[in-house]
């Protein structure tokens, strides 16, 4: 994938085509979309979708539900107050 973007607008390191992986909150409900085709910052990790990628994602988004997951997963939750000892 090539777009505009040549260079992380985070750190100035250099783009490269890869695939990165997304955690979206909708409301209380967590997704994960793994191996999502972006240009990704060598020196930091950054990743950048193109339009077209980022469009598919929301069609995916608004009808989500219809899908079956490849796996679900278990992930832990802790209080602010349990990470900062308070």
């Excluded at 994938?1 to 979206?24: V, Y």
């Excluded at 939750?77 to 900062?84: C, I, K, N, T, V």
């Amino acid at each position: 994938m090539k777009n505009a973007i040549d260079r992380c607008d985070i750190c100035g390191g250099e783009l490269a085509p890869g695939k990165t992986t997304l955690e979206i909150w909708r409301g209380e409900e967590l997704i994960v979309v793994k191996d999502v085709p972006a240009d990704v910052c060598q020196q930091c990790g950054e990743a950048y979708l193109s339009p077209q990628v980022s469009e598919r994602l929301d069609d995916f988004l608004d009808e989500y539900h219809r899908h079956r997951p490849e796996r679900y997963i278990a992930v832990p939750e802790y209080s602010a107050g349990q990470a900062m000892g308070g």
